[in-house]
Each structure stands twice: as structure tokens, then as C-alpha cells.
């Protein structure tokens, strides 16, 4: 089962001595064989996020012997990162992911060429980067992002390798496949902005990307090769928890508006409106108050309300004492039963969830709705030095 179309095994690069011994494992492996690992040698892959699922894809398509390696990041290594992205070690902290990323894979094969792009891939550069490679991992964290790198691999032509992941489930599929479904077929709309944390809110299971990652790792190799039944028209669901796999089959949707019968996405959009992310406040200087300005206010008896925003175990591992509990997620629900005339200081961990908090409440008629600048972590580093810090 062929589903790239590649050159002829004549017209494929030869294998040099030393990729001979790499390789032996390949190539006395039925389905590969030197004319697969030179398929391989020949292919150009490109990875978006240089993170969690990112990192077991990389190395895996390194190690396999994926010509081209590209990939698009534009982090540096945070302290937090290295609980699952196998990537960056300890000694990268503060360098560029892509940075650490080249040096690992390198050394893991230094018969790969890595292609890097030191960029947040937008609506502006997608279509530029995906050029000229045959399919793209996607390892994003995000829904904008997933249904950019969706649209521009339909748009390109090529298959995107689709893996997500939530505190310890998981899911795959091949997505914008001549024939089969896309990921807005999947979902169709985006969910309510705000509404679903990514991991550093709610949390991630550190082997868990390593297992999606590497599926999808491995379904980008059987895609090169041409080899057994890809992942096309199925969603496998993957519950770590339980250790149980289950998989849904998916169809093209002939009213998709990106690969169905009358399509109405011709272009890359913008994804951030699309999945309505709301913009900065015009004024955040209005909108927020720093942990001394609030700390005083407390002291003055000042009947401030405070609200965490974020989600049950945050709140488990430390809050700020006579603070009331309102998850982002559940915000909504909530809102009326607050008071509209009182004054409200929502907080969270860094101060991003709870400024989307502010800005739904003001919008919803809470106009004394304050956001805590740099959050309950800035609070432990400036005011109370003895909590908890994660
Ligand atoms: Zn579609």
C-alpha cells in the first residue's frame, strides 16, 4: 500500500558503509529492506514543536534514518520542560530548544540533516516551511496551531501526522490524506477558547507523550515506506490510566470546508480568531494589580474577593488564604452566582488564565473584576516566601 508517491528505487540515494551497519536491523526486516531505508534516507520530514510529543518523534525518525529532518520551534528550555520532553537534558536549560534538539539528534545520527526554523509557526510562514517536505508531525499544544498545521498540510498537499495529549489520554490519527478525513472533519468547530487547559494548567503524564509520539513516529515511517494499514479514517484514543486503547473510524466530511465537496477554506486563516482567542485587553494595566498593591489593600481591610481560576489539584497544592474556587473551565457556570457589585481579584498561576477571566467577567457585567499580575507565583516570590512553589 503506497501512499507517497516517491521517485524509483533507481533514482533513490545510495546508503554509504557505516549507514550499511546503522541500518542491519531495517534492512533484514521484511517491508524495508535497503529500497526502504533508502526510501528513508530520500524522505524530508517536518516536526512543528520541538516539545513532548515532538521529542520521541524526533529521535525516533533520527534514529530510523529519516533523511531530513525539519523542525519549528521557538522556545528555550524551561526547568518544567524536561519531566517528559526527552530532547533537552539538564545542561540546555535556557537555550533554544532547536538548539539542544540539533545537538541530541546529531549525535543520536549524525547521517540526518536537521532543518531548523526558530519560529512560532503562523498563518504568515506555514505555507513557506511546509514546502518541500513530504509529510508534518504534528507535536503543537494548542487548537489554533493543530488546525493551522491541518490547513496548510491540506493546502500543501501533504499527510499530517496528528497526535494530542491531556493529562493521561491521548489520540492519533493521519489526517489530509488524498481521500480521507482532515481534523475539521473531526471537529468541526473549535472549543470555547479558555475552556480547555493545555498542560501547564492541568498537568501531563511524563511517559504519556512519549507514547503518542512515538506512534507517530511510527506512522510517518509506514507512510515513507508505503508499508501496512496507516491511521487514515481512524482516531485511536489511547486512556494510559487504564492502559486501554480504542479506536474510532472517522470519514471524510463531504461538507468539511476545507477538504469536502465544496470547500470555503482556500487559504490560511486566522487561527487564533477562528478559535477565538481573545485578544490582549486593550488597557491590562486596568484590568490587573500587582501582589504589593493587593497585599496592601488586604492589610487595609478592603473586602476584596479573591477568586482561583485554576483547576482542582492547582488549588489542592496551594492557595491563597479566604480564596474561593472557580476553575477557568467552569467559569461560565459560575459567574452568576457572583456578586456584580463586589471587588474581585482573580488569580491563577501566572496570570495568563486569570486575565481571560477578567476579560469574560467584565464582559459578562462583573466590572470590578481585577487580574493578579504574575499570579499566586508571583505572590510566593514577592509576599509570602514560605508557600508552596510549582
Ligand atoms: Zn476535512
Known sequence: MTHLSGPRDADLPP???????????HLILPHVGEAGQRRLKRARVLVVGAGGLGSPA???????????????????????????????????????????????????????????????????????????????????????????VNDAAFLTGIPDLYGA????????SVFAVPGGPCYRCLY????????????????????????????????AIKLLLGIGEPLIGRLLLFDGLRMRFREL?????????????????????DYDAFCGVLPAPSDPAELEVVPSVL????????????????????????????????????????????????????YCHHGMRSLQAATFLRSVGLHHVRSLRGGIDAWAREIDREMVRY
Open 188 to 219: 468541526a468547530d473549535p472549543p470555547p477558547a479558555g475552556l480547555v487547559p493545555g498542560c501547564a494548567e492541568a498537568g501531563v503524564f511524563g511517559a504519556l507523550p512519549g507514547v503518542i509520539g512515538s506512534m507517530q513516529a511510527m506512522e
Open 165 to 172: 495529549i491531556f493529562q493521561f489520554e491521548g489520540q492519533v
Open 249 to 269: 473510524t472517522l470519514q471524510r466530511d463531504p461538507a468539511c470546508p476545507l477538504c469536502g465537496d465544496a470547500p470555503t477554506v482556500r487559504a490560511l486563516i
Open 58 to 148: 524526533a529521535l525516533y525518525l533520527a534514529a530510523a534514518g529519516v533523511g531530513t529532518i525539519g523542525l519549528v520551534d521557538a522556545d528555550v528550555v524551561d526547568v518544567t520542560n524536561l519531566q517528559r520532553q526527552v530532547l533537552h537534558g539538564t545542561a540546555a536549560l535556557g537555550r533554544p530548544k532547536l538548539d539542544s534538539a540539533e545537538a541530541r539528534l546529531q549525535d543520536l545520527n549524525p547521517h540526518v540533516a536537521i532543518e531548523k526554523f526558530p519560529e512560532r509557526l503562523t498563518s504568515a510562514n506555514a505555507l513557506r516551511i511546509f514546502r518541500g517536505f513530504d509529510l508534518v508531525l504534528d507535536g503543537s499544544d494548542n487548537f489554533p496551531t493543530r488546525y493551522l
Open 15 to 25: 546508503l554509504a558503509p557505516a549507514e550499511f551497519q546503522r541500518y542491519s536491523r
Open 295 to 346: 497585599q496592601r489593600e488586604l492589610q487595609d481591610g478592603r473586602p476584596v474577593v479573591l477568586l482561583d481560576v485554576r483547576e482542582v489539584p492547582e488549588w489542592e497544592l496551594v492557595h491563597l488564604p479566604g480564596a474561593r474556587l472557580a476553575p477557568l473551565s467552569r467559569l461560565p457556570g459560575l459567574a452568576r452566582e457572583l456578586d456584580p457589585a463586589s471587588d474581585i481579584v482573580a
